[in-house]
């Protein structure tokens, strides 16, 4: 390539042969001719350099974009390193096609049959749910994503966008993802992430997610179903079944249920907790599922696994708190400035997560771990410290160092969880300063200097 001395196998960003054994550079180049960028730019930021940078910054999240460029090269004597407006500029000129399709065509379910905790009665277990991130405060930002309200305080402090993302649970790979404005439903995604829900799963939704037409279309994808209800949802028994489980219908409207007309038959779990010190004490807590086999399907069983939807919350945990969490230098979740950007950020983000999570999968079937027991943690700075010392000179030095590096991830263990609850509050809620308004951002250029404002009294 033209500007840049490569490696034996033509690679400029030579130090992320590693990522190699889950993105091939096949897959990349292919992804640009589908997205229209195949021609490459006669300039050393081509469109498939770029492309490998705004991968690189899904895993180097704690540095600007042009130290994320040094970390993935390797120094040459005096070769001058791209300035940041070049490398935003390349970034602009990519833009997402690639980034998307590079998506589509690596992330996907990571479990196997022999893969610990990733299914139930042969039942793939995926979950949907969605996270809001914060976005630089920019005019474009607002303008395309949103700001959230504060009620009678005003308008949020930030931007904000909206991920849905289609979950497997026991491996924790983010399968699918579609990102919204702050102020659309989670919803509206379903029917996308439909498009990229395996066969032969259960799915498990939250209570927000619920509505007749979705839970056909689910049905309609071969997948079933296990889900919160609200309490005050009309069920009416028409068989009851030891375990106290029920056979219910449900119906697209009040009108269709008076008449029994296009009902159909779910079975119904309600329980409720004794124990004083867990959240949801003394509550009714309402399952659905498409399960209707009480014998094969106990409602004891299914009450517990309903509990695995929270390893959905847990990848939201990986992705903003530990690999890209907020700092001092990064006041909101994502760096970019632009629509664009954000879009290109989420998705670099979601294929870092699944490099790391591609890896622990790997590592956790060659020692039959369940994943749960790596340390999502200690895996993604293993792989970030690792990186560098990959030789890929060779096919053999090539394997040796992805032996060495599955080893190594296997040993990141973490102790098993212990039984502990987590009450949904928050230590720090409100603030003495007034709130930022519409009229404290972006205000008019000063006319005088701070010498010029100085009146002396005397």
Known sequence: MDGWETDSAGRVLDRLAGLE?????????QCLDESGRGIQRRCPLNHEVMLWVVLAMGLFTDVPIRQVFKRARYARFQE?????????????RLGIGPVRRVFEHV????????????????LRLMAMDSTVYDLPDTDANEAAFGRPSGGDRGPGAF????????VELGTHAEIALVIKPCHRSETVAVPALHKRLPAH??????????????WKQTLARGAHLLVRMKSNVVLQPIRTFADGSFLAKVYPSPKARRHDQDGLVVRVIRYTLDDPQRTGHGELHVLMTTLLDPERYPATELIALYHERWEHELVYDEQKTHQDPKRPTKSAHLRSETPQGVVQELLALSLGHFVVRALMTRAAERVDLDPDRLSFTG?????????????ASTPQSFAAWCETLLW???????????????????????SKWKKKRPKHRRPPPLTKTFAEAVVTLS
């Open 379 to 391: 895996c993604f700075q293993t792989l970030i410290c690792r990186l560098p010392e990959c030789d």
């Open 80 to 92: 001058p390193t791209p300035s940041r407006s070049a490398l935003c500029q390349g970034r602009q």
């Open 21 to 29: 054994q889950v993105i091939a550079p096949e897959i990349i180049r």
């Open 107 to 122: 992330v996907g379910p990571l479990g196997g049959d022999s893969t610990r905790g990733v299914f139930y009665h042969g």
């Open 201 to 214: 799963s259960l799915l498990l939704w939250d209570r927000g997610f619920y509505s007749y037409s979705l």
């Open 159 to 166: 931007p904000q966008v909206r991920k849905i993302s289609l």
């Open 408 to 430: 190594e991830l296997s040993q990141e263990r973490t102790e098993p969880r212990r039984n502990r609850i987590n009450p949904r509050v928050i230590k720090q809620k409100m």
